[in-house]
Each structure stands twice: as C-alpha cells, then as structure tokens.
Nanobody, 122 residues
C-alpha cells in the first residue's frame, strides 16, 4: 500500500513557476508508476503527466507539454511536478497517484493523494 501527500501548491501569477511534491510512504513507491492529475471546479479530473517506476519514461498531456516536467527521486520516495509558464487555465486541484503501469486514465492508478490547490491569476 502507498500513502501519498502532495504539497507545493499556491497562488501565483500567470507566467510564474511552481514545483509540486508528492511524498510517498510505503515500501512500493520505487516499483510504482506515478501520475499527476488535476481537477478544476465543475470539470472532470484530467491527466497531466505520468512517469514509469524507474523514471525512464514520461508522458504528458498536450496542454502542458513543454511547460511541465515530471520527475521522481526513489531514494526520497518523492514525486515532483515542475510547472513553468503557468496559465490561468492551469488552475485546479493537483493530485498524485500510484499504479502498476503509467497511463493517462484514472483507472490505471490504485492510490491517490488528497491534492494541493494551484491557482493562477491573470
């Protein structure tokens, strides 16, 4: 089992950067694929980025490609999402998730964090 806790969200202006962290507890983090998802008010949860267990493969939604970078430090049991050139449409609650294989669909993931709010003002 994996417990996930996100941090690093906040209120920023358009064009700013933020780095989200997802601290994992449990013995299976290093063998888990990880993903970031986000949910804006009134909208469905959407895929943002994913990374394989070893970090060798990464995947991004078209809307964040070139601006966001997903990474992980298995020695620290931590997942990261570096977000640059933020836009107001990036405003959402960002959640990390753990699963067996990386994917863009929520059902690929077995464990979820509570999320951290990111608000981007124009």
């Amino acid at each position: 089992q994996v417990q996930l806790v996100e941090s690093g969200g906040g209120l920023v202006q358009a064009g700013d950067s933020l780095r989200l962290s997802c601290a994992a507890s449990g013995r299976t983090f290093s063998s888990s694929a990880m993903g970031w998802f986000r949910q804006a008010p009134g909208k469905e949860r959407e895929f943002v980025a994913a990374i394989s267990w070893g970090g060798g493969s990464t995947y991004y939604a078209d809307s964040v490609k070139g601006r966001f970078t997903i990474s992980r430090d298995n020695a620290k049991n931590t997942l990261y999402l570096q977000m640059n050139s933020l836009k107001p449409e990036d405003t959402a609650v960002y959640c990390c998730a753990a699963g067996v294989l990386p994917g863009t669909m929520t059902f690929k993931y077995d464990y979820w964090g509570q999320g951290t709010q990111v608000t981007v003002s124009s």
